[in-house]
């Protein structure tokens, strides 16, 4: 061992992060170096001091109670805590998600057409929580299959809205399946499509932010948000596919809905 | 589904025994990461409302690593919010010889360095004056008392650079730490 090595390992010798082989290796090698030897020394006695200093803070009582208070209190029937509509919201997200979502939507160079009022903003960041919610391990379907007719059926009397299934396999985008998830507090239909590697989102419910004729895309951490309203529901399609190959699926999706042969 | 009251309220009364106790914890990474204790407050409110958020897919790591990773995401999407410079940009070469008076003590005289502080003061000093990934590093292994694995998967590096980012830290205290003392009196 040379003194670059020990220089490094002798860290983790103190912080009794090496196997016992490799720790004999730096005692041989820092019994034999006394400049290695000098800074191990010093380098005990730093950690030393750094312990009796006790660098850690207590947290103020204000910040306890504070946390305390934002959690929900019963009744409350959501996965997440509908905390949006409260006076409060400001504390709850301390500049921090609504800044970063909105500067992500500038950087990313938006199709925002009008500022849009903080209930849609809500229900854009919570669609987004929901997405990232369900890439995690086990929470993506309730329902796992390609055939659209089994999964329509699955979401009677979960829902009080019939959500449209269709299966767009054939148009690049595969349904997988779907799930019961819940924004804002409301329960929500989630159909599951996957673009190549990528997981497709397309959150249906009655009422679910705020009505409007087009199609409005924007980013949110990343992942990109379509948001449309047609047949009396209100469609978010999430996923961190490019904005173009969203618009693709909702225009996809729109087709399939209204078929051109029927009245429309 | 998590359609009863009673279930909810469990679910957060499961939270609260489960997170609370590492409050001390994610604040004093917050007070190191975000520089004041305002910033800092409304980092850590954040992070548990993250985390609560998040409770139900929670398998693991360990409840404080998981913590500290989200305070960790918490903060920087801060520091990318306001245009800061991302922290982990910053340059793991040896100090230039010009970086190196961003550690001494700029203008206090000797007297009043040695009455006003404490040994204590100056360590958590000079630790809120390392660049951010060692300040991070060091704070995470000396005060949160983590693993180097748990210190990488928060870093999201590898374990070898957690050791260089460490023995970088301790370096650049120690010789912080000789300029202060060489200040105050004569060094050995």
């Known amino acids: 061992m040379n003194c670059a090595e020990s220089e490094i390992l002798l860290h983790a010798l103190i912080d009794g992060e090496l196997d016992a082989g490799h720790a004999r290796d730096v005692e041989t090698h820092v019994a034999a170096c006394p400049a290695c030897a000098e800074k191990l020394t010093a380098f005990r006695a730093m950690r030393e001091a750094m312990a009796e200093a006790d660098l850690k803070e207590a947290a103020p009582a204000h910040l306890r109670s504070r946390i305390e208070a934002a959690m929900p209190a019963p009744p409350a029937r959501v996965i997440a805590p509908s905390r949006f509509s409260r006076p409060s919201r400001r504390a709850f997200f301390g500049g921090f998600a609504v800044g970063t979502a909105l500067s992500a939507a500038v950087a990313a160079s938006l199709v925002l057409t009008v500022v849009r009022n903080d209930q849609e903003r809500t229900i854009a960041n919570e669609v987004v929580s929901a997405h990232i919610r369900s890439l995690q391990a086990g929470h993506l379907m309730d329902v796992e299959t390609s055939d659209q007719h089994t999964v329509k059926p699955w979401f009677n009397g979960k829902l009080d809205v019939a959500p449209p299934v269709i299966d767009l396999t054939a148009q690049g985008f595969t349904l997988l399946g779907g799930r019961l998830d819940y924004i804002d507090g409301e329960p929500v239909g989630s159909i599951v499509y996957q673009r190549r590697k990528h997981l497709i989102n397309l959150f249906v419910a009655r009422r679910l932010g705020a009505k409007h004729a087009g199609a409005r895309t924007e980013t949110i951490q990343g992942y990109n948000v379509r948001h449309w309203s047609e047949e009396g529901l209100d469609f978010w399609a999430v996923s961190d596919i490019a904005t173009d190959e969203l618009e693709e699926f909702g225009q996809k999706f729109a087709a399939a809905l209204h078929p051109p042969s029927g009245p429309s | ?188």
């Not at chain 2, 693991?60 to 245009?83: D, H, Q, S, T």
């Not at chain 2, 700029?106 to 204590?120: C, F, H």
């Not at chain 2, 704070?139 to 070898?160: F, H, K, M, Q, T």
């Open chain 2, 1 to 188: 589904m998590p359609g009863d009251a009673n279930g909810e309220h469990d679910r957060a009364r499961r939270f609260r025994d489960a997170a609370l106790p590492y409050l001390d914890d994610v604040f004093t990474l917050a007070r190191y990461l975000m520089g004041n204790a305002a910033d800092a407050e409304d980092a850590v409110q954040e992070c548990y409302l993250r985390a609560l958020h998040h409770f139900d897919s929670y398998r693991g790591p360990a409840m404080k690593p998981w913590l500290l990773a989200i305070l960790k995401n918490v903060c920087y999407a801060e520091f990318a919010r306001r245009g800061k410079q991302a922290p982990a940009d910053y340059s793991e070469k040896e100090p230039t010889a010009e970086e190196l008076p961003l550690w001494q003590e700029p203008q206090a005289s000797p007297e009043t360095v040695l009455l006003r502080e404490r040994d204590g003061d100056t360590i958590r000093r000079l630790v809120a004056d390392l660049p951010q990934p060692f300040r991070e590093a060091i704070v995470l292994r000396e005060v949160n008392d983590l693993s180097y694995s748990e210190i990488a998967e928060i870093a999201g590096v590898p374990v070898g650079t957690v050791m260089s980012r460490l023995a970088r830290a301790r370096s650049m205290l120690r010789s912080a730490w000789n300029v202060v003392e060489g200040s105050t009196h004569e060094l050995r």
